[in-house]
C-alpha cells in the first residue's frame, strides 16, 4: 500500500513556474514507476507526465513539453514535476499516482489504468 499527498499547487500568472511535490509512504517507492495527471472542470483526467523507477526515463504529453520536467528523488520518496511557462489552459487539479506495472512503456504509462495508487489532488490556477 502507497499513499501519496501533493503539495505545491497554487494560484500563479500566465508566464509564471510553480513546482509540485508529491510525498509517498512506505519504504518501496523505488519499486513505482511515477505519474502526473491532471483534470480541469468539465473534462476528463488527462496525462502529463511519468517517470521510470530510477529516473532514467520519462514521458510527457505533447501539450506540457518543454515546459513541464518531472524528477524524483528516491531518498526523500517525492516526486516532483516543475511547471514553467504556465498557461491559463494549465489550471487544473494535479494528480500524483504511483504505478507496480512491469516494463515502463510509454502507451501503458500514459493511461490511467497503469496506476494503482493515487493521490488527492492539489489545485493549480493559472490566470490570465
Known amino acids: 500500500q502507497v499513499q501519496l499527498v501533493e503539495s505545491g499547487g497554487g494560484l500563479v500568472q500566465a508566464g509564471g513556474s510553480l513546482r509540485l511535490s508529491c510525498a509517498a509512504s512506505?519504504?518501496?517507492?523505488?519499486?513505482?514507476?511515477m505519474g502526473w495527471f491532471r483534470q480541469a472542470p468539465g473534462k476528463e483526467r488527462e496525462f502529463v507526465a511519468a517517470?521510470?523507477?530510477?529516473?532514467?526515463?520519462?514521458y510527457y504529453a505533447d501539450s506540457v513539453k518543454g515546459r513541464f520536467t518531472i524528477t524524483r528523488d528516491n531518498a526523500k520518496n517525492t516526486v516532483y514535476l516543475q511547471m514553467n511557462s504556465l498557461k491559463p489552459e494549465d489550471t487544473a487539479v494535479y494528480y500524483c499516482?504511483?504505478?507496480?506495472?512491469?516494463?515502463?512503456?510509454?502507451?501503458?504509462?500514459?493511461?490511467?489504468?497503469?496506476?494503482?495508487?493515487w493521490g488527492q489532488g492539489t489545485q493549480v490556477t493559472v490566470s490570465s
Open positions: 512506505g519504504r518501496t517507492f523505488s519499486s513505482y514507476a
Open positions: 517517470i521510470s523507477w530510477g529516473g532514467g526515463s520519462t
Open positions: 499516482a504511483a504505478s507496480k506495472r512491469p516494463g515502463f512503456a510509454a502507451n501503458q504509462q500514459m493511461g490511467a489504468p497503469a496506476y494503482d495508487y
